[in-house]
């Protein structure tokens, strides 16, 4: 579906994009991985950002098993960082199916006092959106088919 080259375009552009926004702030940002199916996807995203960055994980489950969402969003284990104050945050994701994981972390994170939050996604299915969200930087729109490599998972396997 997606090449090699294809992904290390989307990295490219989506870390040109993420050094363009926040090389002149005053803040520091937290690239914000979510766990399991972003290390990939963050680790080159992390070799490619030139802008200073630290780095913190959170996972978060939205499926019970399988394929589908079980609706509801249980934060398995919440970021390290306590204090969000003068933090910009970047959630790095891996795929966006229904949107609610990411719109639920967002306001989560805006709670706990973040400066700002954004989103990027290697790759969007905006047709399995259940939400109105839309992340910051997408790497790919993909019809809704399941996918699994880079990272993607299959049931954490």
């Given at each position: 579906m997606i090449s090699g080259d294809e992904i290390e375009e989307i990295v490219g552009r989506i870390s040109a994009n993420v050094d363009d926004y926040y090389r002149d702030r005053d803040s520091r940002l937290l690239l914000l991985g979510i766990l399991k199916g972003s290390v990939v996807f963050m680790g080159e995203l992390m070799?490619?950002?030139?802008?200073?960055?630290?780095?913190?994980f959170m996972k978060v489950s939205s499926y019970g098993g399988g394929t589908s969402s079980s609706g509801s969003i249980n934060i398995?284990?919440?970021?390290?960082?306590?204090?969000?104050?003068?933090?910009?945050?970047?959630?790095v994701e891996d795929i966006i199916d229904s949107g609610k994981t990411l719109s639920y972390l967002v306001d989560y994170l805006k709670l706990k006092g973040a400066k700002s939050v954004k989103t990027c996604t290697l790759l969007d299915k905006p047709?399995?959106?259940?939400?109105?969200?839309?992340?910051?930087?997408?790497?790919?729109?993909?019809?809704?088919?399941f996918v699994v490599g880079y990272?993607?998972?299959y049931d954490e396997k």
């Open positions: 070799k490619k950002i030139t802008v200073p960055v630290e780095i913190d398995i284990l919440d970021l390290y960082r306590k204090d969000l104050s003068n933090t910009d945050i970047l959630i047709d399995r959106r259940e939400v109105d969200f839309n992340a910051d930087w997408v790497g790919a729109v993909i019809p809704n088919e990272g993607l998972d």
